[in-house]
């Protein structure tokens, strides 16, 4: 089974590449009955969240652009850590990475970017991510009254920082990346959680990272309140904006935890949305 598609944006080409998945537990939505949960996902006996772990590629002919790097296989079980392989397919070596963007410090965009012994596996990648982002995670005043999952991935972040030191630069969260390709701002996952916007040709495509972390049920109520939201409101707010926007504009698009991997479209589906193509 293959790990990645891939898809031409203009001259860009881009390719999502699935590390592996992992199931989450209904408490995800804690404002949501179970029953509801149920009939969104149309199975009565199902009691998990299933979610895949995914890494974008853009290749633009002049540079290796990857946007994030999976989980690896330590944090969420050994279902994930498989970009390895993904790469394999793409005949992209990691050395060949010119810049490695980070959509956000959660574990599983960034734990698969060192290796056992803890050296960056993107060695000559310059590191970029937003500095609402970096300031977050490194300022202990953030973590005093924090959730327990922010405050026992904190490490992790800490983690990445350290190992990329001084390779990592900051930007805003509308800020070019390169030529055609620029950070979207999708706060409120976290304070500097962005997408990518890719444009080539009139072509266009946003890569939205953490804007669907359970499809099946965030597509059908973008509203909900969603756990692993940092701002659940601001989240809320950012997510119908963002699926309004690709339904109207008809942009193409992937995400971090779409299943497939694919790349597709969202249309409108009753009160909420689906993908579609
Ligand atoms: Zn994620």
Not at 154 to 177: C, E, H, K
Not at 256 to 262: D, F, K, L, S, W
Request: net charge negative.
């Amino acid at each position: 089974m293959s790990r990645i598609t891939s898809r031409k944006i203009g001259d860009y080409k881009i390719t999502i590449m699935n590390d592996g998945g992992t199931e989450f537990g209904f408490d995800l939505f804690p404002e949501t009955e179970e029953e509801e949960i149920r009939s969104l996902l149309g199975n009565p006996e199902q009691s998990v969240l299933p979610t895949r772990f995914n890494v974008c590629l853009i290749e633009t002919g002049k540079e290796n652009i990857l946007v994030d790097a999976g989980v690896g296989s330590e944090v969420f079980g050994p279902a994930a850590g498989h970009l390895p392989e993904a790469f394999e397919e793409t005949g992209i070596k990691p050395e060949q990475i010119n810049k490695f963007v980070i959509s956000h410090l959660h574990p599983d965009h960034i734990c698969g970017s060192w290796d056992n012994e803890g050296n960056p596996v993107f060695e000559n990648a310059e590191v970029i991510l937003t500095e609402e982002e970096y300031n977050f995670w490194t300022n202990d005043s953030n973590f005093d009254s924090a959730d327990e999952s922010l405050i026992s991935w904190r490490p992790l972040a800490m983690d990445f920082v350290r190992i990329y030191g001084d390779r990592i630069s900051t930007v805003g969260t509308t800020s070019d990346i390169s030529s055609g390709v620029s950070f979207h701002d999708l706060t409120g996952h976290t304070p500097g959680h962005c997408g990518i916007r890719i444009e080539s040709e009139g072509e266009q495509f946003l890569y939205t990272s953490d804007l669907l972390v359970i499809q099946d049920i965030l597509l059908q109520i973008p509203e909900v309140s969603f756990a692993l939201d940092v701002d659940r409101e601001k989240a809320a707010k950012t997510r119908l904006a963002c699926l309004d926007m690709l339904a109207t504009d008809k942009i193409l698009f992937s995400g971090g935890h779409i299943r497939g991997p694919r790349i597709c479209n969202v249309v409108s589906s009753g009160s909420g949305y689906q993908l579609e193509g």
